[in-house]
C-alpha cells in the first residue's frame, strides 16, 4: 500500500522508512522523494513489495514547496545545517527586483544540484563523500519549476510557493536565486506540502498508522 506520511524537522527520511519498517513488521518499505533532514511535510512511503515495485510512479509527479529563503548569507550545504558566509549586499532588491529575477527560474531551467546531497557518484551518495572532505564535483541537470509565487517578503527573509516537476531541489534554487539577486541565499525552512494528489492534510504519521492501513500492507507483501 502507498500511503502519504507526515515527515517532521529532525529525522532523515531513512529514519522514517525504518519507523514504518517497526510498527507495521514488515520488512519491505521504501519511499519515494527524499525530504532533507532539515525539511518536514508530505513523504510517500510504500509498504509491502508490490508497493515499493510502484514507488517509481510516484517520483514523476507533481510536487508543492512552502519555502523561506534566508538572503544575505551563503550556506556550504545551502540550507541551515550548513556553515555560513555573509555576502555584503550593496543594493537590498525590492520586491519588483525579487519577481524579476524568480521570472527567471520558472520553466525548464539547468540546476545545479547541492553538493550536500543524495546524488549518486561511484554508487555513493554526494554528502558522504562531502564530509569526509572529498571534492564534489556535480554537474547540471534539466529540471522544471512550474511555478514560484511569492508568499511574504521583508529582507532578509523571503517565502516562497514553489511547484516543480520530478528532480529539481529547492536548495538550489535559493542559492541560484541568491546569486542572481547578489546577495547570497540558503534554505532556512523548507515544508513539502503536496506530491500529486497527496496533500498534507491526507497524510498519517509513523506512530498513527491505522490497523487497517498495517493490514492491507500486510496481504501484499511478500517479506
Not at 547541492?114 to 564530509?131: D, H, T, W
Not at 564535483?137 to 516537476?165: E, M
Request: aromatic share 6%; charged share 35%.
Amino acid at each position: 500500500m502507498i500511503v502519504p506520511i507526515l515527515k517532521p524537522k529532525g529525522p532523515t527520511s531513512f529514519n522514517i522508512i525504518s519507523q514504518v519498517k517497526k510498527v507495521t513488521g514488515i520488512k519491505k518499505v521504501g519511499h519515494a522523494g527524499t525530504l532533507d533532514p532539515l525539511a518536514s511535510g508530505v513523504l510517500i512511503v510504500g509498504i509491502g513489495r508490490d508497493s515499493t515495485r510502484k514507488l517509481f510512479l510516484e517520483l514523476e509527479k507533481e510536487k508543492e514547496y512552502e519555502v523561506e529563503v534566508k538572503l544575505g548569507e551563503e550556506s556550504i550545504t545551502d540550507d541551515e545545517e550548513g556553515e555560513k558566509t555573509k555576502w555584503e549586499v550593496t543594493k537590498v532588491p525590492n520586491e519588483t527586483e525579487v519577481t524579476k529575477a524568480l521570472g527567471k527560474f520558472i520553466g525548464e531551467i539547468w540546476q545545479k544540484q547541492p553538493q550536500y546531497s543524495a546524488v549518486k557518484l561511484g554508487g555513493e551518495e554526494a554528502y558522504k563523500k562531502m564530509r569526509r572532505g572529498e571534492k564534489v564535483n556535480l554537474g547540471k541537470r534539466q529540471v522544471l519549476i512550474k511555478d514560484i509565487k511569492i508568499l511574504s517578503y521583508d529582507f532578509p527573509l523571503l517565502k516562497l510557493k514553489v511547484i516543480t516537476g520530478p528532480g529539481a531541489y529547492i536548495r538550489s534554487l535559493a542559492r541560484e536565486l541568491g546569486e542572481e539577486l547578489k546577495t547570497g541565499g540558503y534554505v532556512k525552512e523548507l515544508k513539502r506540502t503536496r506530491v500529486g494528489e497527496y496533500r498534507l492534510e491526507d497524510c498519517l504519521t509513523v506512530e498513527n498508522l491505522p490497523s487497517d492501513v498495517i493490514a492491507r500492507s500486510e496481504t501484499t507483501s511478500q517479506s
